[in-house]
């Protein structure tokens, strides 16, 4: 029997708006993004998070699960919990969405979860967290009667056929990025220049643990870098796009496995190769304290964000709307000040700092039930 590891869980609880105390909202929203290390969940009343929680996992946690629908059980237990916990009644909610996996690529939008989206889920290779979340949603909405949703899945893929080649017949450039959060922050920017995002040309650098940088062209991401690869920029924890000879040099080194090189392109690589970290606040904070090995590696992850942005502006040939600077590493000044140096005379930069991953989902789930988009069979 395994054990259950007791997470370290952080929840915010606000329902001081009177329409809410007193139930008068029209939607009650469940979203759900289940990460390598964490779970986040949250409950929106209409266009309000009521709670917000983030179920931190360790790896030692993790390990103790010897099948995959145990570690899904027990993240769905620990949901369940937290909503009991903040007096959420499952009875209340009108929908349930979740974080979209390594599912084929697929056009951007909603998609019902169905019991073979689940299955592909479970069984695809590579293995990844978010896989969980259209799984645990689907099992949550069927206990209330409901349907199950994803959006904007990691595997989104609208490119321009050119973009899809490679110089090797037998390889083709994957379209694996942010596109949850892409889209949905893009949508925002549009609305806040009371404009609509499919009228718009722009280009969203995604900076997280991976750096995705893509070109919307009216409403459709035409080309991208694998961010969950470490192609392009090198981030706090992908190499960014490696010279191909000295990689496959290093491939037939005899010092590496295929894991290993696997692990130095993405998880290992990037900063944490470089100096050991993946605090980009804390690096900056050393290379300002005179760390040259901290200032290389900082200066080299903003070069290629610029590098990269300036490839998205050609392939929109010069129009371009704005330059949208998003995820975590976007609260950071620094990185943001520095970029807008060397892009502002592109397009316009406004700055959306932070992952927003719950809400890009709760934003999917209100469209669709205002009727304002449409559900799409996978």
């Not at 009650?28 to 179920?55: F, M, Q, R």
């Not at 099948?67 to 916990?85: C, D, G, Q, S, Y």
């Not at 689940?118 to 069984?123: I, S, V, Y």
């Not at 976007?330 to 397009?347: E, G």
Request: with cysteine; hydrophobic share 40%; glycine share 8%.
């Amino acid at each position: 029997m395994t054990s259950k590891p007791t997470p370290h869980s952080t929840c915010s609880w606000e329902m001081d708006d009177e329409c809410h105390r007193s139930n008068q909202y029209r939607f009650a929203v469940l979203a759900i993004n289940t990460g390598s290390t964490s779970t986040k969940i949250a409950v929106y009343h209409d266009d309000k998070p009521v709670v917000e929680c983030s179920l931190a996992h360790s790896a030692d946690d993790i390990k103790r699960f010897a099948t995959t629908e145990e570690h899904l059980m027990w993240r769905k237990e620990l949901i369940l919990k937290a909503l009991k916990e903040n007096d959420i009644e499952l009875a209340t909610l009108s929908i349930v969405i979740g974080r979209g996996g390594l599912l084929r690529p697929v056009e951007s939008g909603i998609y019902e979860v169905s019991e073979s989206m689940c299955e592909e889920l479970r069984n695809c290779t590579p293995q990844h967290a978010s896989n969980f979340s259209a799984i645990i949603a689907l099992s949550i909405a069927q206990s209330l009667g409901l349907k199950a949703y994803i959006a904007d899945p990691i595997v989104v893929d609208e490119r321009w056929d050119v973009a899809k080649l490679t110089g090797i017949k037998e390889i083709r450039r994957r379209s694996i990025f942010h596109a949850l959060n892409q889209k949905a922050t893009a949508r925002i920017y549009a609305a806040d220049i009371d404009r609509r995002y499919e009228d718009l040309n722009l280009i969203v650098v995604h900076m997280g643990g991976g750096i995705s940088v893509a070109a919307h062209y009216k409403g459709r991401v035409i080309d991208c870098n694998n961010a969950l690869d470490g192609e392009g920029p090198v981030a706090p924890e992908r190499a960014g796009s490696i010279p191909a000879g000295e990689l496959v040099d290093l491939c037939f080194s005899g010092k590496y496995s295929h894991k290993q090189v696997r692990d130095l392109l993405s998880g290992k690589g990037g900063l944490v190769s470089l100096t050991g970290k993946n605090s980009v606040k804390e690096l900056i904070e050393e290379a300002q304290a005179g760390n040259q090995d901290a200032k290389q590696a900082i200066d080299l992850m903003i070069y290629g964000i610029i590098k990269n942005i300036g490839q998205m502006a050609t392939v929109l040939r010069g129009d371009i709307d704005a330059i949208i600077l998003t995820g975590g590493i976007a609260h950071s000044k620094f990185v943001t000040d520095t970029i807008s140096q060397s892009c502002r005379f592109l397009a316009p930069i406004a700055i959306y700092a932070g992952e927003n991953e719950l809400q890009s989902l709760a934003m999917n789930a209100l469209r669709f039930l205002r009727g304002e988009a449409e559900a799409k069979a996978y």
